[in-house]
């Protein structure tokens, strides 16, 4: 099975920060791989897919590189709206990562 | 616009089966394939399993033994039963629409539109 590692856990940051959330898998998913956001109550959001191209309707301070094994989702900007929790998703068996939660520092 | 929406009991007793339905607005179901995931509380999203319209399906390894999926074209809906439930079948299920990419000679598929989700506790 292909284990995902989302790092870090957690993070506190500030209006304007730069904001990067790195996934790691434990094998090669080529950029077979999404990011969605979550805020509370509310049900997941997609934000980019295969790896780096933006979903319609998603603001462009949001960006994903990678490949292989190695992803990260950059924030250039964070907003008040970004709060929430992050999640990659491999799409070769469809595991997601344990989730990144970005909080107000 | 597509809507997705969740239905079923928010309470199954331990060892019963667990059966939600999600209903398809503003498109059909013949024109995608359909997705159910969960998330414990407090915890992180955990995909269940897919199905196509034609009702070939796709399961998490880990729930097969005890899942079903299965769609019904007539009423634009699709359904999950989970059998022999235990607590640690406790958590919020979503269903959610799965598109396609195409991006050169790849396919790549992602989850677009989502249900509000629907709690469900395994208790006696």
């Known amino acids: 099975d292909i284990q995902m590692t989302q790092s870090p856990t957690s993070l506190s940051a500030s209006v304007g920060d730069r904001v990067t959330i790195t996934c790691r898998t434990s094998?090669?998913?080529?950029?077979?791989l999404n990011w969605y956001q979550q805020k509370p109550g509310q049900a997941p959001k997609l934000l980019l897919y295969?790896?780096?191209s933006l979903q319609s309707g998603v603001p462009p301070r949001f960006s994903g590189s990678g490949s292989e094994t190695d992803f990260t989702l950059t924030i250039s900007s964070l907003q008040p709206e970004d709060f929430a929790t992050y999640y990659c998703q491999q799409t070769y068996t469809l595991t997601f990562g344990g989730g990144t939660k970005v909080d107000i520092k | 616009q597509v809507q997705l929406q969740e239905s079923g009991p928010g309470l199954v007793k331990p060892s019963e089966t667990l059966s939600l339905t999600c209903s398809v607005s503003g498109g059909s179901i013949t024109t995608y394939s359909w997705s159910w995931i969960r998330q414990p509380p407090g915890k992180g999203l955990e995909w269940i399993g897919y199905i196509y319209y034609s009702g070939s399906t796709n399961y998490n390894p880990s729930l097969k033994s005890r899942l079903t999926i299965s769609v019904d074209t007539s009423k634009n809906q699709f359904s999950l039963n989970l059998n022999s439930v235990t607590a640690a079948d406790t958590a919020v299920y979503y269903c959610?629409?799965?598109?396609?990419?195409?991006?050169?000679?790849?396919?790549?598929?992602?989850?677009?539109?989502w249900g509000q989700g629907t709690p469900v506790t395994v208790s006696s």
């Open positions: 959610a629409r799965r598109i396609t990419m195409v991006r050169g000679y790849e396919r790549y598929y992602a989850m677009d539109v």
């Open positions: 295969a790896a780096s």
């Open positions: 094998e090669s998913v080529s950029r077979y």
